[in-house]
Every structure is written in structure tokens, then in C-alpha cells.
């Protein structure tokens, strides 16, 4: 009887039971090749329309021949490829666009690891990144048979370093621009460490608390410190090299 599958399809064959005085059976299905056997099963890999002819030799060597035209039918299978961008993500530029490249696809199923799905067939998907990680992402596509492929690939997200310090700042209470406070990423907040000098040296204000900002004072609110120059140090490890990093700059006061 006819059948249908997609590649590679494994078709068995067998004798009817019907069949008497078969001491020796041969098959033969054309552009696959012969097979010996009351039984066979063939591995068929390329697509297309295949016959089948199976010839059966008695003990005596009494022979008979059938010979079936378009039995089997081997479907294609898509071929599921992508690319994306940017080509290296980071905990900054985390939104990656996929581009498909795939052959026959009629039908998508894209995975990005246990953080969502999408059916479109070009998405663009923002992956967690508030630390480095890697991430598997997978394309599933069928084309109009059925028939399926995937494809998956491992995607990096990289650790990103921003240390902005403003280079001066008004603290008047107008509600603009009235502390100094660095803005950092991809660093170990819990070993921040801040300290701002006047410019005879002495320390003026410290903190650990990377959310904490100076406003201007100076010994822990005892006066507001003149317009002048500070001097900053920040201390502080990254996310990925246990050594602290040293970062100096300077602030301008103005009233």
C-alpha cells in the first residue's frame, strides 16, 4: 500500500501471508538499492517517488516478480538557520533581533531558553540582563507537509562597565542637579566605596551606600563646603575579577 513520510523515512517490507515456496527473496527499490530477505527495513533519505520490485525464487527455482510503481513517497524536510544581532549582547544592549535564514519553512517556533517564545518568524527578544549569563535559543520550523527541523545555538550576554560621575553640581535646592552621585553598572554595588576631597587633602565626605549622594556637606553636615574643586576616589570590585578597581576624578561646587 502507498506511504507517505517525511526524510528519513524507514519503510519496512514484508511478504504477505499469502506467500508460499519464497526460499529466496529479493528486493529492489530503485535509486536505494537490493535487499535480501523475507523481511526487509531500508533507510530512505531522499525525497521523492519511489518503486518497488520484490522477486521471490522457490527451492526449485520457480521465480515470480511484482513490481509496484510510486509506493513510497519521501517528503523534503525544512532546513531551520538563523542569525542575529547585535553579535555581542551585553548586560546594556541586551535586545537581540533574529534574522531567519532557513529553506522551506512555512511554520516557526523560536524558544529563548525558559524565558519566552515567539511564532513570528523574524523576532526580536530582550533577555534578562541584569548580570552576564548564557542563554540557549531555538528555532523550530515545519514547512507545509509537516515535516520538521531545529536548530538551536547558545547566546552570550557579557558583562558591561559604566562609571558616570557628573563633573559638577548645584546644590541650591532648586531641584536641579543638587547632589553628586556616580551612576554604576556592572560593578559590585556591596563593595562600593566613596571618598571626596578638598583640595587641601582632607576628606570631606564618605559613604559605602551606593545610593547615597553628596549634597554638598561637609563633616557629616556641620557646614556646606565652598565653591571650589573636590577631588573623588571610588573603590569598588566588578562582577567578574575579584581585585577592586580604583577610579578617580574630580567635582565642581558652585552655588
Known amino acids: 500500500s502507498f506511504v507517505s513520510s517525511c526524510s528519513p523515512y524507514a519503510w519496512h517490507g514484508e511478504l504477505g501471508s499469502l506467500s508460499e ?16 530477505g523475507q523481511e526487509v527495513d531500508v ?7 519511489y518503486d518497488v520490485q520484490v522477486t521471490a525464487t522457490s527451492s526449485f527455482g520457480c521465480m515470480t516478480q511484482q513490481y509496484v510503481s510510486d509506493v513510497i513517497q519521501v517528503l523534503s524536510n525544512p532546513i531551520a538557520a538563523f542569525r542575529y544581532q547585535p553579535a555581542e549582547l551585553t548586560t546594556l544592549e541586551y535586545v537581540a533581533q533574529f534574522t531567519d535564514l532557513s529553506n522551506g519553512a512555512l511554520n516557526y517556533l523560536w524558544t529563548f531558553d525558559e524565558f519566552g517564545t515567539s ?7 530582550a533577555f534578562p540582563h541584569e ?6 535559543v531555538c528555532l523550530r520550523v515545519e514547512n ?13 550576554l557579557d558583562n558591561e562597565y559604566i562609571l558616570f560621575a557628573p563633573n559638577a553640581f548645584t546644590p541650591d535646592d532648586d ?8 551612576v554604576l553598572r556592572g560593578f559590585d554595588n556591596d563593595t562600593y566605596h566613596l571618598q571626596i576631597y578638598d583640595r587641601w587633602g582632607e576628606m570631606v565626605f ?22 571650589n574643586v573636590y577631588n573623588w576616589i571610588i573603590r569598588i570590585k566588578d562582577r567578574e575579577i575579584s581585585d577592586f578597581q580604583l577610579f578617580r576624578g574630580s567635582v565642581i561646587l558652585l552655588r
Not at 515456496?21 to 535480501?36: A, E, K, L, R, Y
Not at 511564532?119 to 527578544?125: G, I
Not at 507545509?144 to 552570550?156: K, L, N, Q, V, W
Open 21 to 36: 515456496h519464497t526460499d529466496q527473496v529479493v528486493w529492489f527499490i530503485p535509486g536505494v538499492g537490493g535487499f535480501n
Open 43 to 49: 533507510i530512505i533519505e531522499e525525497p521523492g517517488l
Open 119 to 125: 511564532t513570528d518568524p523574524e523576532p526580536s527578544f
Open 131 to 136: 548580570d552576564p549569563a548564557t542563554f540557549h
Open 144 to 156: 507545509e507537509y509537516g515535516c520538521a527541523d531545529s536548530t538551536c545555538r547558545s547566546i552570550s
Open 175 to 182: 531641584g536641579i542637579n543638587d547632589t553628586f552621585l556616580p
Open 206 to 227: 564618605e559613604t559605602r551606600d551606593v545610593s547615597e549622594p553628596w549634597t554638598g556637606n561637609v563633616r557629616g553636615g556641620e557646614y556646606y563646603g565652598e565653591d
